[in-house]
Structures are given as structure tokens and as C-alpha cells.
């Protein structure tokens, strides 16, 4: 959990300073489950998240929203598709990428199933230490 905390603290929001639940997703910077996670923690600070991403990373944000889904976690609020224009790394020409930005909400089960999973983790850690 406390890698999760220091990801909450150290992610960069970008784009628009004032969306403290947005969380910017990369395929190749961090593990899938990492993002899911910090999903759950980010809709239970807000009861929101919004999930982004570029390009090839789009699948990966698409598998982390269903992901929250079928688990009962997340209800999708707002989806949103567009392209940005971003200059290519080696010789500056303007390039088109697709974004997408999902937006989820709580569930009504979410607290619930939450307040679960801490405690099988709580039961694990006391099998463990004996």
C-alpha cells in the first residue's frame, strides 16, 4: 500500500492543474494493476476518477476501466474521445495522437467491497505472521 500512497503523492496530474482525480496512464511506465489501485484509491478521495491516455496506452485505460467495472468498483459516467496535436521527437513534425478520457464513479457496492478487501488482506497478514 505504501507504494500506492507514493505514486498518489508523486504522479504527475498535467494538463489541467485543478483535476486533482485525474490519473494520466502510461503502457509502459508502470504495471497494470499499479493504475488499478490508484483508481480505487483516487475514487475513494473523490468519488470520482477520470483516466486518460494517449495513443497506444489507450487499450491499457479501456482494460483498467472494465477492470473496475466487472468488479463492481466503478460505474462509467463520461467518455471522451478526441486528437491532440503533438510534435514528433525527431524532427518536430506535428503529429496527430488519439486520446481518450474515461470517467468513473463510485458504485453503490464500492465502500462495501473496499471495506472487504481490507479485511482479507488484514486476515492474510495475521496468517502470516504465525
Known amino acids: 500500500m505504501e507504494e ?7 504522479i ?3 494538463g489541467d492543474p485543478h483535476k486533482k482525480n485525474r490519473i494520466q496512464v502510461s503502457n509502459t511506465k508502470k504495471p497494470l494493476f499499479f493504475y488499478v489501485n490508484l ?11 477520470e483516466l486518460s491516455a494517449l495513443g497506444m496506452a489507450i487499450a491499457t ?4 476501466a472494465e477492470i473496475l467495472k466487472n468488479n463492481g468498483f ?8 478526441s486528437t491532440v496535436d503533438m510534435k514528433e521527437d525527431s524532427r518536430g513534425r506535428p503529429v496527430q495522437k488519439a486520446k481518450i478520457e474515461i470517467l468513473l464513479g463510485k458504485t453503490e457496492k ?3 467491497l473496499m471495506a472487504a478487501a481490507a479485511e482479507e488482506r488484514d486476515v492474510a ?5 504465525n
Open 74 to 81: 466503478a460505474v462509467e459516467k463520461k467518455i471522451m474521445t
Open 110 to 112: 464500492f465502500d462495501e
Open 125 to 129: 497478514d495475521a496468517e502470516e505472521q
Open 4 to 10: 500506492i500512497t507514493e505514486g498518489v503523492n508523486n
Open 61 to 64: 485505460v479501456v482494460t483498467i
Open 12 to 14: 504527475n496530474l498535467g
Open 39 to 49: 483508481a480505487k484509491r483516487y475514487m475513494q478521495q473523490h468519488n470520482e476518477v
